[in-house]
């Protein structure tokens, strides 16, 4: 069974940095690992993903501000997110998923919020002008 663990969440100015970590606690292997956000009132929103090759994807709201990365080794997904603003205000998720296709050839889809099977608790964001 995954276990995915946030942390790295609170609050900060607009401008500043956080990082947000993510702990696939039970070592599963080779998942498809995501970021997701909801804001109150809002739709859930995919932040970033990141693919078994090592590419990325992003939301235009976060291009050029935020970095998704992952260490293999610590079995960690990471969200380094700067010049926060207060629109990025919201619960962060951490998200997974199982690749398509096999061994060299398996990668990660395009998928929507709602189509991860595997949600970590999430953690805070707070950005204050």
């Known amino acids: 069974q995954v276990q995915l663990v946030e942390s790295g969440g609170g609050s900060v100015q607009a401008g500043e940095s956080l990082r947000l970590s993510c702990v696939d606690s039970r070592a599963s292997s080779n998942l498809c690992m995501a970021w997701i956000r909801q804001a109150p009132g809002k739709e859930r929103e995919s932040v970033a993903a990141i693919d078994k090759d090592g590419s990325t994807t992003y939301g235009d709201s976060v291009k050029g501000r935020f970095t998704i990365s992952e260490d293999n080794r610590k079995n960690t997904l990471y969200l380094q997110m700067d010049s926060l603003k207060p629109e990025d205000t919201a619960m962060y998720y951490c998200?997974?998923?199982?690749?398509?296709?096999w061994g060299g050839g398996a990668y990660c889809p395009s998928r929507q919020p709602h189509e991860y099977t595997y949600w970590g608790q999430g953690t805070q964001v707070t950005v204050s002008s």
């Open positions: 998200v997974a998923d199982h690749p398509l296709g």
